[in-house]
């Protein structure tokens, strides 16, 4: 599996962005996409997640009601629309696939496949 990741870019705070993740490859292999973060000296974290049947999501407290992730399977891409941007937003943002157990969809190390990152900067 391939991923594309693509949308980042410079915002001020209170702005929108999209972000797009589209796969390509052996894509019946995915059972869940997801997003995570990596902001300048600090530890990728797990942002949000979506199973690839049945739409079911997940979303770290802290873009609980600002940030949603949404699939298009047709074109095997998943989105992330973040809106109300904050900077402390500020981080690369990668996708990611895999197939892990439902306890575990907040785990680096339950996602196979990543694409690149692409950067969101917001700005105060």
């Known amino acids: 599996v391939q991923l594309q990741a693509s949308g980042g870019g410079l915002v001020q705070a209170g702005d929108s962005l999209r972000l797009s993740c589209a796969a390509s490859g052996r894509t019946i292999s995915i059972g869940t996409m997801a997003w995570f973060r990596q902001a300048p000296g600090k530890e990728r974290e797990f942002v949000a997640a979506?199973?690839?049947?049945?739409?079911?999501?997940d979303y770290a407290d802290s873009v609980k009601g600002r940030f949603t992730i949404f699939k298009d399977k047709a074109r095997n891409t998943v989105y992330l629309q973040m809106n109300s941007l904050k900077p402390e937003d500020t981080a690369v943002y990668s996708c990611?696939?895999?197939?892990?157990?439902?306890?575990?969809?907040?785990?680096?190390?339950?996602?196979?496949?990543w694409g690149q990152g692409t950067q969101v900067t917001v700005s105060s």
């Open positions: 990611a696939a895999g197939r892990p157990i439902t306890s575990a969809t907040r785990m680096l190390s339950m996602y196979a496949y």
């Open positions: 979506v199973r690839w049947s049945g739409g079911i999501t």
